[in-house]
């Protein structure tokens, strides 16, 4: 290395501290990425396993609608890298995409160990060094401080960029144990709260038959937040992403609905429910006239016993079942989280304030977002800004 090629520091392996790694090590500083668990992008690899949703196809404007209040200040930074960019830069790396009919973007495999074995073998092509156990603890004045296998470790670096992720799934690396850190150097930060989280709903035995099964042609809805996505029933409530996109009105008090017919107007389904009934029972009448399936029919038993008699409030339950006393999933259980540094905190070039020098990217910042892509494509774009951000910053201020 020449004497005088500057140093960068990147703490944590996801998405977003790869890109970052990739943008300096690309801008030709010598960078070490440090990382606690003992192999990069865990959570990536878990995030595959459902398939690897990268990005969302559809125009700039609409995808910027999924960040809500951080759009304004996450704008410049997602049009920099935005879903054209995130799949430009996908094939780049050898892995053929296809995009779904709802506009979500995959990787043909499906999941995400390929991309990452291509994206690691790229950073191998920089000056890059990866240091795997290395759990970050703190700072002793400019030196990162890291507890490796080997004992106590400290690093100085010209910059570093920290990319430690939210605050679920702990057991893949990202447990926001940096919050301690970063809030006894007097930065902001929100508290965390889980986002796209499943549903704890606490069933009654009656609903055993129909557990693992899928709830599809619905809408759910829970204040401003609507989904017409698939969830599962399970033991432990309602998981998928159709749930998860509503699950932060759940999370802000609003109660959680189900129109189990979200096609049919209230009118249409009255008109259906007051044909002659004969000696049919509810449920077969309700069978015959609006073909319910089964899992919808313990649905409705569960949640709307006793059932009303008369076809208006009967259909007026079918469009809004209220899902009484549904409350989150824990956070650990969460796909994402909302809360982390603020946006108070840090400079347009995402360096915190109170540490110059210090540049931060991905979940780890107080921003969120529907499941969709929107997650991966943030943590790809904030890192890549930091990174580039920081190579910048090392070249002016070191000599
Ligand atoms: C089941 C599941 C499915 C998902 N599916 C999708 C999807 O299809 N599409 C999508 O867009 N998003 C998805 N996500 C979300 C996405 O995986 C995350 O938003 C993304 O990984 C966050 O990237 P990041 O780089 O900010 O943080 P992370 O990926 O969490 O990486 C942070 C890294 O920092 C390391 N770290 C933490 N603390 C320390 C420390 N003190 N010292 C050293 N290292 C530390 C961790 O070990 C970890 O490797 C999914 C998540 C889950 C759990």
Redesign the pocket.
Known sequence: MAENTPTALV???????LMAAERLGAAGLAVTI????PS?????L??G??????TKDEPFDDLMKAYGEAAPWLRPIIQSFDGLAVQNWARDLGQPLFTGTTGRVFPEAMKASPLLRAWLARLDEYNIVRQAR????GWDRDEAV?ETPDGVAKMHADVTVL????A??AR????G??ADILRADGVDLAAFAPANAGIFVKWSAHMRPVFGQPLKGVRFSAGPWASRGEAVLSERGLEGGGIYSVSRGVRDGADLEIDLFPDRTLQELTARLSRPRGKASLSNHLRKTLKLDGVRMALLNELARPLPQSPEALAQCLKALPVKDATLRPMDEA??TAGGVCRSALTDDLMLSARPGVFV????LDWEAP?G?????A?LAT?RWAGEAAAHWARRHVV
């Open positions: 703490i944590g392996g996801g998405p977003a501290g440090a990382d606690a668990k990069m992008g865990r959570k990536f878990m995030a396993k459902s398939g690897l949703n990268l290395w759990r970050w603890t890291f990319a430690l992720g939210g679920s799934w893949l690396g990202s447990d144990a940096w796909i994402s990217a991905g979940e780890m499941t892509g929107y997650l991966i494509t943590c890192g």
